[in-house]
């Protein structure tokens, strides 16, 4: 893939650092989602198939959720990307400010999403509950549906990004 943006490009950097941050994030989400789910749906901690699975289940598919991932990258650098780079008086690089700034607006949007029921549903069925590749493929489609009707804002691949 060629790099058409200058080096010093904050989408530049922007993109370096979310590609770097992305399976730490990614875990962390199923990490979450996992625990609201244990909280909502089994609060009394009782033993079933479903909580086994959720216990035993190891977070090393976050691949699944790359779609997802690059959907929320793209509308973070729509929506807070000018190719100027801000001064930065307390001494970090410019690498440090916007990975704590990306991090920040992930973890806080995610944890806004897991409270929705649906979203939590989606995630776990990509991931947790994931077996079947008709079965991620329409759950990919509901959460790209949901992250749509949330930031009213549709990603595509060849055409970019749509306002709705």
Do not use: A, C
Not at 114 to 123: A, E, P, S, T
Request: glycine share 4%; net charge positive.
């Amino acid at each position: 893939m060629s790099i058409k943006l200058f080096k010093q490009d904050k989408n530049y950097i922007l993109k370096k650092v979310q590609r770097k941050t992305k399976n730490q994030l990614l875990k962390n989400l199923i990490k979450k989602s996992i625990i609201k789910y244990e909280l909502e749906s089994n609060p009394l901690g009782l033993i079933d198939s479903t909580s086994l699975s959720l216990k035993k289940y190891e977070i090393n598919h976050e691949s699944k959720l790359n779609f997802f991932y690059k959907k929320i990258s793209t509308i973070y650098r729509y929506n807070y990307g000018e190719v100027q780079l801000s001064f930065l008086w307390d001494g970090s690089s410019h690498n440090e400010f916007y990975k704590n700034r990306w991090i920040r607006f992930f973890k806080k949007e995610t944890k806004k999403m897991i409270q929705n029921n649906r979203f939590l549903k989606y995630i776990l069925s990509i991931t947790v509950f994931g077996n079947k590749m008709n079965n991620i493929s329409e759950n990919q489609y509901k959460l790209s549906t949901y992250i749509r009707k949330e930031f009213k804002i549709q990603v595509f691949k060849k055409k970019g990004v749509v306002i709705r």
